[in-house]
């Protein structure tokens, strides 16, 4: 099956800085998604992104469907940006694969 | 409803015992997807229901795990004679009926087995 790999596993910030997570998947994938699970457990959706760029106020995402990654940008971090990050991938029919998730922590 | 909901929040149980686990979709949205996140990992993907077909339970763990989903709306995932190592959050999701649809999460149900 398809494998997700996320880097790095844990991220500790300045508040204000900015930061790039990585997504690496093994095979053609139908979907991408990014979530942060904030402390309260709750999966927010950031970006549906298969392919290309977007951007949201502080969060921009880009998938290189053809080279197989994705990156997630946050820029001028808060602390309310801490959580982890997982990256999801299709695969093609409706079965979703997780990676491991980023860890992040934004220090005031 | 608004999103995805699920009931209860937090369930505790004897090891032994049977529970169960509900998931509302969001309405309109005819794909329904359950996963495990065991403390400090990522999610699990255990089954999904696609529509009127047959769920693909690939990802159950073992045969004690069962879900099914009624007219095509609420689902509830069964664990029979839970275990310890069955502790965990289980949270649901769902999606429109099209393979690769951006799927949305409910809050999840906090399971532990003592």
């Known amino acids: 099956g398809i494998q997700v790999e996320q880097s790095p596993p844990d991220l500790i910030l300045q508040e204000g800085a900015n930061s790039t997570l990585r997504c690496n998947f093994s095979?053609?994938?139908?979907?991408l998604q990014w979530f942060h699970q904030n402390p309260w457990g709750q999966l927010i959706n950031l970006f549906y992104?298969?392919?290309g760029t977007k951007q949201n106020g502080r969060l921009s995402a880009t998938t290189v469907a053809t080279e197989r990654y994705s990156l997630l940008y946050i820029s001028s971090s808060q602390t309310t940006d801490s959580g982890v990050y997982f990256c999801?991938?299709?695969?093609?029919?409706?079965?979703?694969?997780f990676g491991a998730g980023t860890r992040l922590f934004v220090k005031a | 409803g608004a999103g995805v909901s699920q009931s209860p929040s937090n369930k505790v149980t004897e090891k032994g015992k049977d529970v169960e686990l509900r998931c509302d979709p969001i309405?309109?949205?005819?794909?329904l997807y359950w996963y495990r996140q065991s403390l400090g990992q990522g999610l699990e993907f255990l089954i999904y229901?696609?529509?009127?077909?047959?769920?693909?339970k690939s990802g159950l763990p073992s045969d004690r795990f069962s879900a099914e989903r009624t007219g095509g709306s609420v689902s509830t995932l069964t664990i029979q004679r839970t275990q310890q190592e069955d502790s965990a959050v289980y949270l649901c999701?769902?999606?429109?009926?099209?393979?690769?649809?951006?799927?949305?999460f409910g809050p999840g149900t906090r399971l532990t087995v003592t």
């Open positions: 229901f696609q529509g009127n077909s047959a769920p693909d």
């Open positions: 992104i298969p392919s």
């Open positions: 309405s309109g949205h005819t794909a």
């Open positions: 999701a769902s999606s429109f009926e099209l393979a690769g649809a951006e799927q949305y």
């Open positions: 095979d053609s994938v139908n979907n």
């Open positions: 999801a991938v299709g695969d093609g029919g409706f079965k979703t694969i």
